[in-house]
């Protein structure tokens, strides 16, 4: 069985700084994605990577996807209190493995 | 277009009783599944299905039974319903690739006393 491990559990800081997020699986990632989860709605995709040392930038997402394709990272530049939420990492495989998530709050 | 839509938003039930939790997509898409979401833990797959008439467990299966019937819907059932399934639960559903995007009703948040 697949583990996915997020950490921070918890994540609090000033409007404009800087944080990252990261993501490490027990085994190597069939697709990983990143979702974000609002209170009171279902996850939503952010990105998807599929190559080993891929990285993809989203605005101000970047997400780094580690060589061996068992690791991956979130980092977010200046960030805006619209990105307080649930991070999640996932494994799909027409199904979601997920990790337990990082909470981000980011305080005005 | 609805997306994923996820019946009812809330519900209470009492120890023992039975429920089905509705979900239905109108994307047209092969593979649907279920999560429980509980805190500090993620979500959880329940069982999956990718496509009419073929389901399968997931992680946490048991005390659930689900069924395909047809593309568009997904049902879960709670087969006699015990405090431990208190959370809220989400239905997804997505089409066949690797990259595929997974989209998600707005989840049934279920008390069980």
């Known amino acids: 069985t697949q583990l996915l491990e997020q950490s921070p559990q918890f994540l609090s800081i000033q409007e404009g700084e800087n944080l990252t997020v990261y993501c490490n699986s027990s085994?190597?990632?069939?697709?990983l994605q990143w979702y974000r989860q609002e209170p009171g709605e279902g996850p939503v995709l952010l990105v998807t990577?599929?190559?080993?040392?891929e990285v993809k930038k989203l605005k101000r997402l970047t997400f780094q996807f580690g060589d061996a394709r068992k690791d991956s990272s979130l980092h977010i530049t200046a960030a805006q209190p619209g990105d307080t939420g649930l991070y999640l990492c996932?494994?799909?495989?027409?199904?979601?493995?997920f990790g337990a998530g990082t909470t981000v709050t980011v305080r005005a | 277009n609805a997306g994923v839509t996820q019946t009812p938003k809330f519900q209470v039930l009492k120890t023992g009783q039975s429920m089905t939790l509705q979900c239905a997509q109108d994307?047209?898409?092969?593979?649907m599944s279920w999560y429980r979401q509980d805190p500090g833990m993620g979500l959880r797959l329940i069982h999956y299905?990718?496509?009419?008439?073929?389901?399968d467990q997931g992680e946490v299966p048991n005390g659930y039974n689900v069924s395909r019937s047809t593309t568009e819907d997904f049902p879960l059932r709670l087969l006699s319903a015990a405090p431990s399934q208190t959370s809220v639960y989400f239905c997804?559903?997505?089409?066949?690739?690797?990259?595929?995007?997974?989209?998600f009703g707005q989840g049934t948040r279920l008390t069980v006393v």
């Open positions: 997804a559903s997505s089409s066949e690739g690797r990259d595929t995007e997974a989209f």
């Open positions: 085994s190597v990632f069939s697709s």
């Open positions: 990577v599929v190559t080993g040392g």
């Open positions: 996932a494994d799909y495989d027409y199904k979601l493995s």
């Open positions: 994307m047209n898409h092969e593979y």
């Open positions: 299905s990718v496509g009419a008439g073929i389901t």
